[in-house]
């Protein structure tokens, strides 16, 4: 069987969102989920009190990020892991605030991430829908501690030409 990692998400109350993201290239131009760039999203339900996901430790993306916004929204009561896979550690404890619990088997929470890791000549940083994302922090925090690379432009559908038949 293949070895996974075991996340078990345990929810006080519901929450509006939550999502999971494999992180695996970063968008520093945006803010929230965006910040991701275009990570692996496996399903999680917002309003199941207690889930539990299976995820791949082969091709492993840079980390793992939950983010959880209860309803009604309170920035203060935002849930946020970041987590990283190490083989045979276990963990338990709050999503960064109290109500969301998580245990992670096979995998280890990223600390020490936050505002400070926004270099003092971002220029967004002074914006606050930027300067408060903890998703956005966190992809500062990859890009200077894992060299997490920009998201890839979007493919480009092959040119057609349109030009003129040539009879001979």
């Not at 209860?70 to 338990?92: C, D, I, M």
């Not at 940083?125 to 200077?144: D, K, P, V």
Request: aromatic fraction near 10%; glycine fraction near 6%; charge should be positive.
């Amino acid at each position: 069987m293949e070895d996974r990692i075991k996340v078990e998400i345990r929810a006080r109350e519901d929450y509006g969102i939550m999502w999971l993201a494999g992180i695996r290239n970063i968008a520093l131009d945006q803010h929230c989920l965006r910040s991701f760039g275009r990570p692996d999203r496996p399903i999680v339900h917002p309003h199941t009190k207690l889930q539990t996901l299976h995820l791949p430790t082969a091709n492993p993306p840079l980390a793992w990020y939950l983010c959880a916004l209860p309803q009604p929204w309170n920035w203060g009561a935002n849930a946020h892991l970041a987590f990283e896979p190490v083989s045979g550690y276990h963990w338990e404890g709050p999503a960064l605030v109290s109500g969301l619990e998580v245990r992670l088997v096979g995998a280890r929470p990223i600390t020490g991430w936050g505002p400070h890791n926004i270099p003092a000549t971002e220029p967004r940083r002074t914006l606050r829908r930027y300067s408060t994302c903890r998703n956005w922090q966190f992809a500062w925090w990859l890009r200077q501690n894992r060299a997490a690379p920009d998201v890839p432009p979007p493919l480009q559908p092959p040119q057609q030409d349109h030009g003129q038949m040539t009879l001979l």
